[in-house]
């Protein structure tokens, strides 16, 4: 199986349209991360002026030897990665199996199973915190990787699973049987034939369920009290105070919690690239 | 002889299909249940009792306590607001969701790049997020209306978070902010998987660019809007804290949706029982949602 | 041909779950249950005061735990704003920490719901006393259920280079405010206006007009609420009178709460401020130049100085399991310098007579809160004190927003909590 990239759908004479566009909307999109660079690169003295300023006058980067060092950032930055990392596998490992059974399988109770899982995300997390740690109290799961891993599986399955069984949906039958006919086994073909083709599907849910569980607050406030255990978002929190935050330090500490999640998004978008060739792909 | 694991063996293989079934599901079903069941049963049992001020359960009080809610006239007014935040946003999020998409779908030097960079208002934890766009919109210190002013785009910005309709409309577009990327990226991920055959033949056909998105590309990825515009409602329904960590809510909760209701009457007025009455009845709305939406859905496929 | 599915597709599946929760089982391994038999280690919830460094945190943690291996303290740190819902989670789910610093008021509450443990079981007399009286606010019921950890009475900061004078009364202040007043340069008076989760702005002029928010029964619980009395309107009439007609208030004051509004004095922008301790590390920080008075809150004419003090308290939770711990904890943290260190860092005037006879509280910021202390009103020890606090902050913007007359919103609070505390 031979994938062609992509072409784009306009042609040449379109293109600096197409990049006018592109960097009007980045430039509203990414406001306030000039904010946040802006704030970064200046001293407590020069947070608070008014009228306020792009240009410090005497930028510095200090904040981030002071970030890293204080504040242990490096142990946040470990702990927010084993859950993201975890999650992502963990909902990769449910959810495909499930999404294959929707999308190929007959069998009573499939649409029951959909909607069952959309149930989940009718509830807030807010509403169900309470509850959640008493059963993590109870199951020794709280202060845990283990339940944050699995908590923050749980709340992408119903994005993964809906997405994932319309991609495998979408994949034409036939290919699975003309598998079938050179003699693979079920199991070969989907890690072999279905898989590959799913790849933008999959893709877009490991990014989805890491983003969720790197970003992920309110159960990580709750369940956690061990300090090495803090991930990220509650670590950053640190800078905000009782009766005032220390911008140049949250911002400081915020852009270097997003650069992994950037870079990881960078490197496997390539395979946002594939699908199939020959045969229209009716959603 | 038939090979009985192809998928569409001829014979209804109902019996050892479902068995495959359901042991595929059966993990996935175990742990999300496993952990949901309690906290949903619970959330239900707490509408229908009073409660401590931890949310223990004391006497039942049948229905009680969703007559009180719902005599409350401003419980209507803030679950008409939740269903025009959610209408709104979910709109907005998707419409640029999908121009950024198709900007990102040519191809072009540096496109990697762009595509990471549309992705950043996601790749951040969302209260950071919010927190940092609440210094954003401060009338004396943000650099929002500074650069306003400074552009000449508005000679007197508003005050964003003091008064109900700025404050609406500041919340509401950090939420599309943050929404913006995942509708972008699931939309994408669909246009990718449009075979190059169909937008040539169509070209050789003269067909226009607009032309060529209505009846190429929106057909395909049709089911992918389906999907990403549910689940959008859904958690734009309950989007806790654009608004909170913006406004509170206020001023004087003009810009309470259901889920900051909620969580006031849950954290602050530890009401519980009042918080689970809202909740139940977000549960049914989103549900009534999700049927109209699945029906559709399940439609399209036979 | 049979399928093969069932038996090999079940065990890949075990291995491929085995392969890939292992690493997360082995980082997991490291859990909180490392508790060996004889070791109690307790936990403190440590809310963030501003100026009280990482440093000195785990310091503080580090110093206790050298001393004995068996009895070990756990710092963790956790911001104020979310101090509450956490606690309030941690104790619905039935795992509270061993000791956590509170807001005092909230006392009540977790009395009310048996959820307090005597901290005079565990901590050592010694300690007990060395606490100064005036500042033993933390009493329910006759009981000392939680020791002061910071006690700060309110008092105004004044830019000397914008403003002229000390007022003696609020009526002086209005004046000296529209004098000092030159928008958008810089402004007279600094005001909040957007709703946050403290009623701080109001209770000033509130009690500076001699209110009192409930009225008291003879039993001393809380009656009606008072919140529309003379007093009450009187001080809304006064706080909406500087902001929309005197016009001496901070541009945009509707749209920024306490945290985002304090920083313009320190950016040399108000000329009077009601602060708290806190300023003068603030300013530290922000690298202000001005030169600064500290100044009593000034009483409405013919009323008496009534400033607001808050307190904050260390709880002892009886749902807990290593109390004993942490009673030797605060023992040790109390009776060492480390509470001095605590109160210099965090700007508080000391609650322990030792701590107050270090030389770095001779200052004059602490002198004029000592003064102030001597006159100052706590909040209102009811449980219901965050829901109430709600309902009059709406009432407060409701006459910033013009939409309503101070009498008709304040009688519409007190009516709505009156319901909430079921006073007929």
């Known amino acids: ?283 | 002889m038939v090979n009985e694991g192809a998928p569409t063996a001829k014979r209804r293989l109902l019996t050892r299909e479902a068995r495959l079934a359901y042991l595929l599901l059966l993990p996935a079903v175990v742990c999300v249940f496993g952990f949901m069941v309690y906290p949903l049963v619970y959330v239900v049992m707490m509408s229908i009792f009073r409660t401590n001020r931890l949310g223990w359960l004391q006497n039942f009080v049948g229905l009680a306590n969703f007559i009180e809610v719902m005599s409350d006239l401003e419980f209507w007014r803030i679950t008409g607001r939740s269903l025009f935040w959610t209408l709104l946003a979910v709109s907005l999020k998707t419409f640029l969701g999908m121009i950024i998409a198709l900007l990102l779908n040519v191809e072009y030097r540096g496109r990697k790049i762009a595509r990471m960079l549309f992705i950043a208002p996601w790749a951040s934890s969302v209260p950071i997020s919010v927190l940092l766009w609440s210094w954003v919109y401060n009338p004396q210190f943000g650099l929002l209306n500074h650069t306003l002013r400074i552009t000449g785009i508005s000679a007197n910005p508003p005050i964003w978070l003091g008064y109900p309709i700025s404050g609406f409309i500041a919340a509401i577009w950090v939420d599309i902010w943050i929404g913006v990327p995942f509708m972008a990226l699931v939309f994408l991920s669909g246009m990718q998987s449009i075979p190059d055959e169909l937008y040539e033949s169509a070209d050789l056909d003269g067909v226009t660019g607009f032309q060529k998105f209505i009846y190429i590309t929106l057909p395909s990825i049709v089911r992918i809007l389906q999907i990403s515009t549910l689940l959008s409602a859904l958690w734009t329904f309950n989007d806790f804290n654009s608004i909170y960590i913006l406004t509170g809510g206020g001023p004087v909760n003009t810009t309470d949706i259901l889920i900051t209701s909620i969580y006031k009457n849950a954290f602050v007025y530890a009401r519980f029982d009042r918080a689970a009455v809202m909740a139940v009845i977000t549960f049914f709305i989103l549900t009534a949602l999700s049927v109209v939406y699945a029906r559709h859905y399940f439609k399209e496929e036979s | ?424």
């Open chain 1, 1 to 283: 199986m031979k994938f062609r990239p992509r072409r784009s759908k306009w042609r040449s004479r379109g293109k600096p349209l197409v990049l006018l566009l592109t960097l009007a909307l980045l430039l509203v999109m990414l406001f306030p991360f000039f904010v946040m660079i802006t704030m970064m690169l200046r001293s407590s003295q020069e947070v608070y002026v008014t009228p306020p300023r792009w240009i410090p006058h005497a930028p510095t980067l200090r904040n981030f030897a002071l970030v890293w060092s204080q504040y242990l950032l490096a142990g946040y930055f470990k702990s927010s990665a084993i859950i993201a990392i975890g999650a992502s596998a963990l909902n990769m490992l449910l959810s495909i199996p499930a999404a294959y059974a929707i999308a190929r399988l007959r069998f009573k109770g499939r649409q029951v199973a959909l909607y069952l899982f959309l149930v989940v995300q009718m509830f807030s997390p807010v509403v169900v915190v309470i509850s959640l740690f008493k059963t993590f109290a109870r199951l020794n799961l709280l202060d845990s990787y283990i339940g944050l891993i699995v908590i923050n599986a749980v709340f992408s399955m119903a994005f993964s699973i809906w997405l994932l069984s319309g991609y495998f949906k979408s994949i034409p039958v036939e290919i699975e049987e003309a598998a079938f006919i050179d003699g693979a086994t079920r199991w070969q073909t989907v890690i072999q034939v279905i898989l590959p083709i799913a790849a933008p599907g999959l893709v877009t849910t490991t990014i989805y369920t890491f983003i969720a569980a790197w970003n992920e607050f309110l159960f990580a406030l709750s369940f956690i009290q061990n300090q090495t255990k803090m991930p990220l978002t509650l670590g950053l929190y640190r800078f905000v105070g009782r009766w005032s935050s220390q911008w140049e330090l949250l911002t400081t500490a915020a852009f270097l919690a997003i650069i992994p999640v950037l870079v990881l998004f960078y490197v496997i978008q390539q395979r946002l690239v594939g699908g199939l060739t020959g045969g229209a792909v009716k959603g």
């Open chain 3, 1 to 424: 041909m049979k399928s093969t599915l069932n038996g090999k597709h079940l065990t890949v599946l075990f291995v491929m779950v085995g392969l890939l929760a292992l690493p997360s089982l082995v980082f997991a391994a490291g859990k909180a249950d490392t508790a060996a038999a004889s070791k109690s280690t307790a936990t403190f919830f440590w809310a963030g005061y501003d100026g009280v460094t990482e440093d000195y945190r785990k310091g503080l943690q580090d110093a206790f735990n050298a001393i004995d291996p068996n009895v070990q303290i756990d710092i963790v740190p956790v911001p104020w704003d979310q101090m509450k819902d956490k606690l309030t989670t941690s104790l619905a789910g039935g795992k509270p920490p061993d000791i956590s610093i509170i807001g005092t008021r909230w006392l009540l509450e977790y009395e009310d719901l048996k959820q307090l443990a005597e901290p005079a079981s565990y901590v050592s007399q010694a300690t007990i006393d060395d606490i100064f009286s005036g500042a033993k606010e933390g009493v329910v019921k006759g009981k000392l259920m939680g020791l002061p950890v910071a006690a700060g009475a309110r008092f105004m900061a004044i830019n000397n280079r914008i403003a002229q004078g000390v007022p003696k009364t609020m009526e002086e202040l209005e004046t000296m405010a529209i004098a000092a007043n030159n928008p958008p340069d810089h402004y007279g008076l600094f005001m909040v206006g957007q709703k946050n989760t403290e009623l701080t702005e109001f209770a000033y002029y509130f009690y500076a007009a001699g209110g009192d928010f409930f009225a008291k029964n003879p039993d001393g619980s809380y009656g009606k609420s008072l919140v529309n009395s003379p007093a009450g309107i009187k001080a809304l009439t006064f706080m909406d009178k500087l902001a929309n007609k005197d016009k001496v208030v901070e541009d945009g004051y509707l749209g920024m709460t306490r945290i985002q509004g304090h920083p313009l004095f320190y950016a040399d922008k108000i000329g009077y401020v009601m602060i708290g301790a806190w300023v003068e590390s603030a300013m530290k920080q922000a690298g202000s130049t001005f030169p600064v008075t500290y100044a009593q809150i000034p009483p409405f004419a013919g009323q008496k100085s009534a400033p607001l003090i808050i307190t904050d308290s260390v709880a002892f939770f009886s749902g807990a399991k290593n109390l004993k711990a942490a009673g030797k904890f605060i023992d040790f943290w109390y009776q060492s310098e480390w509470k001095g260190k605590f109160d210099e860092l965090a700007g508080f005037p000391p609650v322990t007579k030792k701590a107050s006879t270090l030389p770095v509280f001779n200052t004059p910021m602490y002198k004029v809160m000592s003064e102030a202390s001597a006159n100052a009103k706590g909040w209102p020890l009811i449980a219901t004190w965050d829901q109430c606090q709600d309902v009059i902050w709406d009432a407060i913007s409701k006459v910033y927003l013009q939409t309503e007359t101070p009498k008709a919103a304040l009688d519409a609070a007190a009516a709505a909590i009156d319901k909430i505390n079921n006073i007929k």
